[in-house]
T-cell receptor, first 116, second 111 residues
C-alpha cells in the first residue's frame, strides 16, 4: 500500500502526559499537512510542511504542540502536557505542490487520541 | 478569508431516494471546490472536485456543479444506496493551500 500511513491508530493517555504521532506521506509528495477533527466537526488545519520547512501554523497550535519533518519525508506531531480538550482525531495529508499551486491532498486514516 | 457553510445533518433517506447536500462558500477568486467522504472507520477520501465556474464534478453517481452566481457547490445523487452511508464534507483551499472544510453532513441510508 503506497498511501499515507499514520501511527498509532489509537492512543489513550492520561492528562499531563506527552504523546507523539507519526505520519508517513506518499513518497513523492513534498507537502505534508496536519489537521485535527473533533466529533461532529470538519477537519481543522494545524500546520503544513513543504519538504522540511514548516511554512504555516494555525493559531490552534498552542505552544504545547510541535511538529517536525526533519528530512522532508515522515513527520511527527508531539503534544506535551496533554489536556482533555486535546482528545480528537489527528489527520495527516500529503500532496505535491510548489508556490501557491494547489494539488489534491491524500489523507491518512488518522490517529484517534483520547485523554483521560 | 475563504470559508464553507454546509447543511447540517443528519440526513436519513431510504434506499433509492434522491440526495441533496447543500454547500455554499465564500472565497477570494475562484478556487477549486471539493467534496470529501468519510466512511465509518476510514480516512477522508476525495469524492469529486470542480476546478472552475460551471464545471461539474462527478464520481460514483454523485455530482456537484460549481455555481459562481450562487456561490454554491451542492452535492446530489439520484438514487442512494445503503453503502453511501457516510459523512460528507465540502471543502476549498485557502490561498496557502490548506483545505478549509465544512462541518460535515452525516448521511444514513436505510434499506
Amino acid at each position: 500500500d503506497t498511501g499515507v500511513s499514520q501511527d498509532p491508530r489509537h492512543k489513550i493517555t492520561k492528562r499531563g502526559q506527552n504523546v507523539t504521532f507519526r505520519c508517513d506521506p506518499i513518497s513523492e509528495h513534498n507537502r505534508l499537512y496536519w489537521y485535527r477533527q473533533t466529533l461532529g466537526q470538519g477537519p481543522e488545519f494545524l500546520t503544513y510542511f513543504q519538504n522540511e520547512a514548516q511554512l504555516e501554523k494555525s493559531r490552534l497550535l498552542s505552544d504545547r504542540f510541535s511538529a517536525e519533518r526533519p528530512k522532508g519525508s515522515f513527520s511527527t506531531l508531539e503534544i506535551q502536557r496533554t489536556e482533555q480538550g486535546d482528545s480528537a482525531m489527528y489527520l495527516c495529508a500529503s500532496s505535491r505542490g510548489e508556490g501557491s499551486s494547489y494539488n489534491e491532498q491524500f489523507f491518512g486514516p488518522g490517529t484517534r487520541l483520547t485523554v483521560l | 478569508g475563504n470559508s464553507v457553510t454546509q447543511m447540517e445533518g443528519p440526513v436519513t433517506l431510504s434506499e433509492e431516494a434522491f440526495l441533496t447536500i447543500n454547500c455554499t462558500y465564500t472565497a477570494t477568486g475562484y478556487p477549486s471546490l471539493f467534496w470529501y467522504v468519510q466512511y465509518p472507520g476510514e480516512g477522508l477520501q476525495l469524492l469529486l472536485k470542480a476546478t472552475k465556474a460551471d464545471d461539474k464534478g462527478s464520481n460514483k453517481g454523485f455530482e456537484a456543479t460549481y455555481r459562481k452566481e450562487t456561490t454554491s457547490f451542492h452535492l446530489e445523487k439520484g438514487s442512494v444506496q445503503v453503502s453511501d452511508s457516510a459523512v460528507y464534507f465540502c471543502a476549498l483551499p485557502s490561498n496557502t493551500g490548506k483545505l478549509i472544510f465544512g462541518q460535515g453532513t452525516t448521511l444514513q441510508v436505510k434499506p
